[in-house]
């Protein structure tokens, strides 16, 4: 007998992975996977200046070139613009429109100008170098200084001072006072570099027009099939029916691909107008320099403390970096948003106040990245909390213990709610580990052998679960959050369940389905999840913000359920009793008899009385098993938590940061799966130290990007990436209908303060306290030899 | 070599490649790399293609028993090697102890990379069945993996390294002593 034949329910337990088996076999199938009879090829002109004015764009010798079957400017394909809006005043957002093509200028290097057409991608690439494009440079604005000078070059004419986004969104009465008055005020300013989410399947679309359909086929991977239908069926005039977005396997995405990406419309639209289908590659160079970038922020922020080490105030300014453009549904407003409203996370903040921008510069657009923005601001607020310890003499272990908010439901001074959670049990836990396994004992000891060894921490949570309601707060125009699911027996008695979310890589097809098997009490093998195509799922808002389990995963829940209701319906009148004495189980359907007696039924008898009898039926119930849910969230979401523990070892002669010890313990209510949970952490910690310690891209005066291969662009590989113990705690949710929590973005968001906090650890003695990640092997050398004094 | 013998990139040719165990024959440019035609050519699309430049090994196959970049090779080159690809790891629908084990152990999640640390792992090992954790991990650093940390990858190879040990070992007792 298998575990569920016992009746023991699958949620909670870490079953084989369906999607395994094709993948480990090479018979996934990525976008680049697809091949269609008559297919081309495409790539795209990209600009070779950060701006400029276009003076002349000839595409004539690209035409010309052999395997070159059309090359098309914006003129050529005349398609409309992409415009991510906010609904917020003037004074706060600027909205840009980002043209599917560079028409008037060029914004940044790696835009796109035009897009060339060949039978293969060499002859497309072949193409692109035959393209002529004169320039009126512009003198290109590069940084924060130079874009919020009062006489700066503009990179949008209608954004003054390069401002798209500038907040102020809270400001407790009387702050000014608290600080004046506080006993201890400490500061920090923190800078982090711009880096790119990566996933290790670059961006790719293949397009075409199905005459049959009467539809455009847009095979891309997107972690928003709807959105990209959206964007795709308005800029190409057609009706939202007249687009299916279908997205195969997905190598990952990271946030970078929940936006609209231009080359994907741009490809389409090549598409229709040669009556042929196009496939678009993204080249690794293109993906490094010109897709969608993320994180470079800079904070200046303060807090107050009174003589016990309690916060007593918070004075934040944040200045994020968007690059060129706006990013469509989120807006240049989705990092100084989160920042500013999130801000306070885990800690009881009395007082408050925040400044949040978004400028616009001549650098690579962004994203959201894994975590947006809280990777900083929880570094910020650690950073504060480390310097107040060392200054008032306190543990910093214990001052964040005097701080964490625990009594729930928690309101804070950012007009949040915060659910229960288990914020001092995680820090107390993740301490004793570090403790219990000696690294304190081995600080001590390397310290008096000269060596350098730091630990850190940081406590943080993760708002997930956002619905309509806090996107709405955020005043976007376009408001994500509810989701649909549709749950469908067949005559069979095989399910096929649909979500609008969207897994590239999260394990959905495993874990939506344990949570569709416990509620009908099937076996597993005979559910199927049907996830990223327009034409066969209702609506949805696809995968971001961790809200495929919370808010995806209850709709699905909640749907499961009513079918189950409608099975139970029909076994009740077959038996004549009443649904109540009907189970679901173990992959029968059983009627629990006062006598002893037990009924059973098969699933498949059941769904042939409602397909292929419905005579049977009576007469309030329809013939069919289909039912259908949505979920939303309307409090303001949920929060999952964690603590990190780090311990490192810097070397006095390379700089180098060595990780030694990396502890996560983590809370994510009920885990469908503990070891995909596992894995999202681990993954997450590993891109969260890859962006404290090795990646960034960096501009150089021209606005070159730096990194354009991986010889410039320090991914960690498993020899930089240390092991990660993680530790579950369950704080079940009582907001979401499978009591889960986020658990997709915690890694990101607590290592870089981890890291940074321990680093900073280790260089206690040489006083030096480092503000900015990727934290270099030269800084950390500079610090710990620093130049005689002459 | 002679003017004759030089072949513009765009020139096609006719080259063999014995790829799991079969022959094929390709009429295609010189330029092509190995990757580009086991992938579009073959349409043995298991092998995938990260950056083109033999960094993030999501291309690795096996070229006479070794792990390669498919990226950094010509098709050309290919000729009279024998290539192995993903697609050769099961037998039939029965999966490889290999591929098994990165199952068991969460090694993959997207599964874009994973036939490249597959094919990596399956050279590696046949030429060191004795490897320790440590150098595992060191083998691993070859490739790139965006979503699972490294730390099951290291995990499902040692799994599998040390299971097939102690298969060796009950097969050949006398080895014991």
New interface residues.
């Given amino acids: 007998m298998t575990p569920q034949e016992s009746g023991r329910p699958l949620v909670g337990r870490?079953v084989?992975?369906r999607?395994?088996?094709r993948?480990?076999?090479?018979?996934?199938?990525?976008v680049?996977?697809i091949?269609l009879p008559g297919m081309l090829h495409a790539q795209f002109v990209r600009s070779t200046v950060a701006h400029g004015e276009i003076m002349s764009l000839d595409l004539s010798a690209v035409r010309r070139v052999?395997?070159v079957v059309a090359a098309f400017s914006a003129d050529d394909l005349a398609i409309g613009d992409i415009t991510a809006q906010l609904a917020r005043p003037r004074s706060q957002f600027v909205p840009t429109a980002m043209p599917v093509l560079a028409r008037d200028k060029v914004r940044y290097v790696g835009e796109p100008l035009a897009i060339v057409v060949g039978l293969?991608a060499?002859a497309a690439e072949d193409g692109l170098e035959a393209a002529r494009v004169e320039y009126a440079p512009l003198p290109p604005v590069l940084g924060e200084e130079t874009a919020l000078a009062d006489d700066a070059v503009l990179v949008h004419d209608e954004a003054a001072r390069n401002t798209l986004v500038d907040v102020s969104l809270f400001a407790t009465d009387g702050i000014d006072d608290i600080f004046d008055a506080a006993h201890r005020v400490v500061e920090v300013d923190v800078t982090t570099g711009r880096q790119n989410a990566?996933?290790?399947?670059?961006r790719g679309a293949v397009a075409h027009w199905d005459d049959r359909e009467e539809q455009l086929l847009l095979q891309t991977c997107t972690q928003v099939p709807h959105q990209v239908r959206t964007v795709a069926s308005r800029c190409l005039r057609l009706d939202e029916r007249a687009v299916r977005v279908v997205v195969p396997?997905?190598?990952?995405g990271?946030g970078q691909k929940c936006v609209v990406g231009r080359e994907e419309i741009a490809a389409a639209a090549a598409a229709l107008r040669l009556g042929r289908p196009v496939k678009w590659?993204e080249?690794?160079k293109d993906a490094l320099s010109a897709s969608f970038l993320a994180r470079e922020q800079h904070y200046r922020a303060r807090a107050a403390f009174d003589t016990d080490g309690r916060i007593l105030a918070l004075d934040a300014d944040v200045v994020c970096d968007m690059g060129a453009y706006s990013c469509y549904p989120f807006t240049a407003g989705i990092e100084p948003l989160m920042a500013s409203a999130e801000m306070p996370g885990v800690y009881k903040v009395p007082a408050y106040r925040v400044r949040g921008r978004a400028i616009t510069t001549n650098k690579a657009p962004t994203a959201p990245y894994r975590g947006v923005s809280r990777p900083q601001y929880v570094m910020v607020v650690e950073r504060l909390f480390e310097r107040a310890a060392r200054e008032l003499g306190l543990d910093p272990v214990e001052i964040r213990r005097r701080n964490v908010i625990t009594d729930f439901p928690y309101t804070g001074v950012n007009d949040i709610t915060y659910d229960p959670g288990s914020y001092l049990e995680s820090l107390n836990l993740c301490e004793r580990v570090v403790r219990d396994e000696g690294w304190y004992d081995t600080r001590t000891a390397a310290a008096a052998e000269g060596r350098h060894i730091g630990i850190g921490y940081a406590c943080f949570s993760e708002r997930t679960g956002y619905g309509s309601s806090a996107f709405a707060q955020r005043k976007m125009q376009v408001v994500p959050g509810f989701d649909i699911s549709e749950v469908r027996m067949d005559t069979s008695g095989a399910v096929t369940v649909t979500t609008g979310t969207m897994s590239?890589?999260?394990?959905h097809e495993t874990t939506m389905a344990q949570i569709v098997a416990d509620a009908l009490g099937l076996d597993i093998a005979r559910v199927r999840l049907h996830q990223g195509d327009t034409d066969r799922v209702t609506y949805g808002w696809g995968t971001f913000a961790s809200r495929s389990i919370t808010v995806g995963g209850s709709a699905v829940r909640l749907a499961a359920e009513r079918l189950g209701d409608k099975l139970r319906a029909i076994a009740a009148a077959l038996w004549d009793t009443e649904p109540e004495q009907v189970e679901l189980a173990g992959g029968q359907v059983c009627r629990r008899g006062g006598d002893g007696a037990r009924d059973v039924l098969t699933h498949q008898e059941i769904a042939e009385v409602a397909y292929l009898r419905a005579d049977l039926l009576p007469k309030d119930i329809e013939p069919g098993l289909t039912a259908t849910a949505t979920f939303d969230v309307f409090n303001d979401g949920t929060f999952s938590n964690a603590t990190h523990g780090v311990v490192v070892e810097l070397h006095q002669d390379t700089g180098q940061v060595e990780i030694l010890r990396y502890v996560c313990v983590e809370d994510c209510g009920v885990a469908i799966h503990p070891?995909?949970v596992?894995?999202q952490c681990?993954?997450?910690?590993?891109?969260g130290i890859a962006g404290a310690l090795y990646e960034e891209v960096t501009y150089d005066a021209a606005g070159e990007p730096s990194a354009t291969?991986?010889?410039d662009y320090k991914?960690p590989?498993?020899?930089?990436?240390p092991?990660?113990s993680v530790h579950h705690l369950e704080t079940p949710c009582a907001f979401t209908a499978t009591g889960a929590k986020g658990a997709g973005e915690g890694?990101t968001i607590g290592a870089p303060a981890a890291v940074l906090n321990a680093v900073n650890d280790a260089l206690r003695p040489t006083g030096t306290e480092l503000d900015h990640t990727p934290i270099t092997p030269q800084t950390v050398h500079r610090a710990l030899n620093p130049e005689p004094v002459p | 070599m002679t003017d004759d013998t030089l072949m513009t990139p765009r020139e096609p040719q006719l080259i063999a490649l014995n790829v799991n165990g079969e022959q094929h024959e390709v009429i295609t440019e010189a330029r092509r790399t190995l990757v580009d035609v086991l992938r579009h050519e073959l349409r043995l699309t298991g092998t995938h293609v990260g950056c083109e430049h033999g960094i993030c090994g999501a291309c690795t196959v096996l070229v006479d028993d070794r792990p390669v970049r498919a990226c950094l090779m010509f098709a050309a080159q290919a000729e009279g090697a024998r290539i192995r690809t993903v697609e050769s790891l099961a037998d039939g629908n029965r999966l490889s102890d290999l591929q098994r084990a990165f199952g068991e152990h969460h090694a993959l999640q997207c599964g874009f990379c994973t036939p490249g640390f597959l094919m990596l792992a399956e050279g590696f090992l046949a030429e060191r069945p004795e490897a320790t954790k440590e150098e595992i991990r060191e083998v691993v650093a070859a490739n790139m993996c965006r979503c699972t940390g490294y730390q099951t990858i290291v995990e499902a190879i040692d799994a599998c390294a040390t299971a097939r040990r102690r298969a060796c070992a009950r097969a050949c007792p006398s080895k014991e002593d």
């Avoid at chain 1, 993948?23 to 990525?30: A, E, K, P, T």
């Avoid at chain 1, 990566?198 to 670059?202: A, G, Y």
């Avoid at chain 1, 590239?504 to 394990?507: A, F, N, R």
């Fill in positions: 870490s084989p992975r999607e395994d088996r993948l480990v076999s090479g018979r996934g199938r990525f680049d996977d091949a052999p395997g293969d060499y990566l996933p290790l399947e670059t396997d997905m190598g990952g990271f590659i080249d690794r590239h890589g999260q394990s070891q995909v596992e894995g681990r993954g997450g910690i590993a891109q291969s991986f010889m991914v590989t498993a020899q930089e990436i092991e990660v890694g």
